[in-house]
Nanobody
Framework: VQLQAFGGGLVHPGGSLTLSCAAS????????MSWVRQGPGKGPERVAV????????TYADSVTGRFTIFGDNAKNTLLLQMNSLKPEDTAVYYC????????????????WGQGTQVTVSS
């Protein structure tokens, strides 16, 4: 199992960015996937979840209405479209794979990508 996240960078407040996570070594559509971020001096925050087969999605309150998680099953790629970015969105963003198809609040992860830095600053 391998996850490789990319697409981070420096963006101005109010801007947009799309993160990608290339997945290999497993059947992407069979598992729930997440984006998790960790800002400077903060603990990890589960930002968005998509359940197997492009099913239901959930978002942290802090990003609801601004971020969209989706998957491209044909390309085994997980994406995160981020709009109206704020300085508090600055963090390292990780994609993560769950061991099950439908994620709950207690579900942990069995594989992580290496993280991609997003910096929101003027």
């Amino acid at each position: 199992v391998q996850l490789q996240a990319f697409g981070g960078g420096l963006v101005h407040p109010g801007g947009s960015l799309t993160l990608s996570c290339a997945a290999s070594g497993f059947t992407f559509s069979n598992y729930a996937m997440s984006w998790v971020r960790q800002g400077p001096g903060k603990g990890p925050e589960r930002v968005a979840v998509i359940n197997s087969g492009g099913g239901s999605t959930t978002y942290a309150d802090s990003v609801t209405g601004r971020f969209t998680i989706f998957g491209d099953n044909a390309k085994n790629t997980l994406l995160l479209q981020m709009n109206s970015l704020k300085p508090e969105d600055t963090a390292v963003y990780y994609c993560a794979k769950s061991p099950i198809a439908i994620m709950t609040a207690e579900t942990s992860y069995d594989a992580w990508g290496q993280g991609t830095q997003v910096t929101v600053s003027s």
